[in-house]
């Protein structure tokens, strides 16, 4: 069973737009949790990562929250851009066991319409 | 933008052939890793090395195997390609010393393989 749950599974919003993307996460014991963006055909690319203290982290229009009590993180894009369009995954690591591997949600596809 | 690389990017082949697909990096990374991403689907991990001669299976279970002669390389082999070969494939890699795999990983384009 997936540890790492991402929602919505798709999202479209217009140019401009600000949008909300969710992920809830079972892995215990927590060690950090990164969001990253995957255009088309490319590889993924981290946006941000936040540790068990960290609340909030920011990356330029791209903010990211961390509830570590109730295991959810979301990321908030402001002012979306046609550029924003790519599909955003949640990775939670854990540090628990000897390898801290990695946790892979299934992303959240996002289109930005002009 | 990282510098790790994937060739080919895109690679069409028939049933029965062996395929090396070839990951390189330039930015000394000791730990580099082999995903494999179907559409829609999270990615999965199916080799990962701590550096150079070492290597070691994933979570998902592969046909594959990789090798790491040279820091900077890591292919992954496939002797005998088969239909449910087909999917992207991404290598990674990773800053830092020891066992754990929770630094920032840095991605490469992926190959996308379709086995005929």
């Given amino acids: 069973k997936n540890q790492v749950e991402q929602s919505p599974q798709s999202l479209i919003i217009l140019e401009g ?16 949790l990164r969001w990253y963006k995957q255009d088309t055909g490319r590889g993924p690319v981290s946006l941000t990562i936040m540790t068990f203290s960290e609340n909030t982290k920011s990356n330029g229009r791209y903010t990211a929250t961390l509830d570590a009590d109730t295991k959810q993180s979301s990321l908030h894009i402001t002012a979306s851009q046609l550029s924003d369009s790519a599909s955003y995954i949640c990775v939670v690591s854990d540090r628990g066991s000897t390898l801290g591997r990695l946790y892979f949600g299934r992303g959240t596809q996002l289109t930005v319409w002009p | ?25 330039t930015m000394g990374h000791d730990k580099m890793y082999w995903y494999q991403q ?19 299976k994933g979570d998902l279970s592969s046909e594959s195997t990789v090798s790491r002669i ?3 390389h890591f292919p992954l082999t496939l002797e005998s390609a088969r239909p449910s070969h087909t999917s992207q494939y991404l290598c990674a890699s990773s800053v830092g010393k020891g066992k754990k795999h929770q630094e920032t990983q840095y991605f490469g384009p992926g190959t996308r393989l379709l086995v005929l």
């Fill in chain 1, 17 to 32: 737009k600000n949008c909300t993307l969710q992920c809830n996460y079972t892995v215990s014991p927590f060690s950090n």
């Fill in chain 2, 70 to 72: 040279r820091t900077e």
């Fill in chain 2, 38 to 56: 179907d559409p829609g689907m999270e990615l999965h991990l199916i080799h990962y090395s701590y550096g150079v001669n070492s290597t070691e």
């Fill in chain 2, 1 to 25: 933008e990282a510098d790790i690389y994937q060739t080919p990017r895109y690679l069409v082949i028939g049933t029965g052939k062996k395929i090396t697909l070839e990951c390189s990096q």
